[in-house]
Antibody, heavy 119, light 108 residues
């Protein structure tokens, strides 16, 4: 069974940092591109970042302005999101999602990890 | 970047009604369009991809159509379990993989 389990969320002060992790199982992790998607409380889905199968290509939403870094460790079947200079507007449930292949949609999502930025 | 615009933003319909949600892309995306269903308190679930292909296990009352810039999600006979927010997403080539703003569907 394909499974994605996020961790690392929590309460952080404005300007602080967090690193999210997403542990993957049930599929050949190194063969699939991955993304992070967030959802602020009561709001819609917002694509945040993506990484290619090898990790050699990374992409970010323009709104992040270089504050977030996506990475992956294919030997550990784990996806990461390093978040720096956090702001109140970054408060959201962060999902990792598996892309089903080139020009394919997200076919599997984790349960999400909640990030709250507040003093 | 390509923008995705859904309408309506909310919708109330009766059980058994035919329901239609539209999604418009600001530029052509061929058929690289997916629809997701998110029930309250749950994770988004892939319903339809390639604009009209039903994901395995999705009831046949759901259907999708369109190509280029204009797309439609249709529920042929609304059921109580279809109460959810529906999102379209473009996923062609390179990111950003933009979502529409969502359509909240309720039972009248």
């Amino acid at each position: 069974e394909v499974q994605l389990v996020e961790s690392g969320g929590g309460l952080v002060q404005p300007g602080g940092s967090l690193r999210l992790s997403c542990a993957a199982s049930g599929f050949t992790f190194s063969s699939y591109a991955m993304s992070w998607v967030r959802q602020a409380p009561g709001k819609g889905l917002e694509w945040v970042s993506a990484i290619s199968e090898s990790g050699g290509s990374t992409y970010y939403a323009d709104s992040l302005k270089g504050r977030f870094t996506i990475s992956r460790d294919n030997s550990k079947n784990t996806l990461y999101l390093q978040m720096n200079s956090l702001r109140a507007e970054d408060t959201a449930l962060y999902y990792c999602a598996k892309k089903d292949g080139y020009n394919k949609p997200f076919d599997c999502w984790g349960q999400g990890t909640l990030v709250t930025v507040s003093s | 970047d390509i923008q995705m615009t859904q309408s309506p933003s909310s919708l109330s319909a009766s059980v058994g009604d035919r329901v239609t949600i539209t999604c418009r892309a600001s530029q052509g995306i061929s058929n690289y369009l997916a629809w997701y269903q998110q029930k309250p308190g749950q994770v988004p679930k892939l319903l339809i991809y390639a604009a009209s292909t039903l994901q395995s296990g999705v009831p046949s009352r759901f259907s999708g159509s369109g190509s280029g810039t204009d797309f439609t999600l249709t529920i042929s006979s609304l059921q109580p379990e279809d109460v959810a927010t529906y999102y379209c997403q473009k996923y062609n080539s390179a990111p950003p993989y933009t979502f529409g703003q969502g359509t909240k569907l309720e039972i009248k």
